[in-house]
């Protein structure tokens, strides 16, 4: 926001807009009349029997140019973009505490010794389905193997406490 703002709330312009003397006028320059509706500068010279004005031609203007004092502060959206000091001020940082749910999907490859019943181990479908049904049995065994993790999402965030990271 241009240095010329005196507005009470730093959002008080829209992307792009800033305030700018009325000598800084462009042909281009969209000038913002009331909260939102904009019009375009057409033409921006001095006046010449009087130094202080400057004659502003703009879009829809049916009787010819506006004098402006050439040291009135306007809203413009400026047709060449915001200068570097006009810019916008970066968000400051915060720091969260958070809460995070992850889910994962995760391959565990392990050489396991494991009690099972004769009739399942005829193949290794038949041993599969009998694990399958009683995983839980033998859950505590898997426990300290190696894993690899194949599939990771972030499923849920909720923040806890929030403070600006410079306090």
């Known amino acids: 926001m241009s240095k010329l703002c005196a507005h009470r709330r730093p959002d008080h312009h829209v ?4 305030c700018r003397y009325a000598s800084e006028l462009k042909p281009g320059d969209q000038i913002n009349v009331l909260n939102g509706v904009l019009v375009r500068v057409l033409q ?18 049916v009787d010819g140019p506006t004098p402006l004092a050439r040291d009135s502060i ?15 001020a970066p968000d400051r940082d915060v720091e969260v505490r958070a809460t995070v749910e992850v ?12 009690t099972v019943p004769a009739s399942v181990t005829v ?3 038949a041993l599969l389905a009998h694990l399958d049904a009683h995983w839980s049995d033998y859950n ?13 999402n972030l499923s849920d965030a909720r923040i806890v406490q929030r403070k600006d990271a410079t306090s």
């Open 44 to 61: 921006a010279d001095p006046i010449e029997d009087a130094e202080d004005w400057i004659a502003v031609l703009l879009d829809g203007s």
């Open 103 to 114: 889910t994962e999907e995760v391959v565990y490859e392990a050489t396991l010794t494991l």
């Open 140 to 152: 505590d065994v898997i426990e300290g193997g190696a894993g690899t993790v194949t599939d990771q």
């Open 74 to 88: 306007l809203p413009v959206r400026p047709a060449d973009g915001l200068r570097p000091d006009e810019m916008p």
């Open 123 to 125: 193949d290794d479908a």
């Open 15 to 18: 992307d792009g807009e800033t």
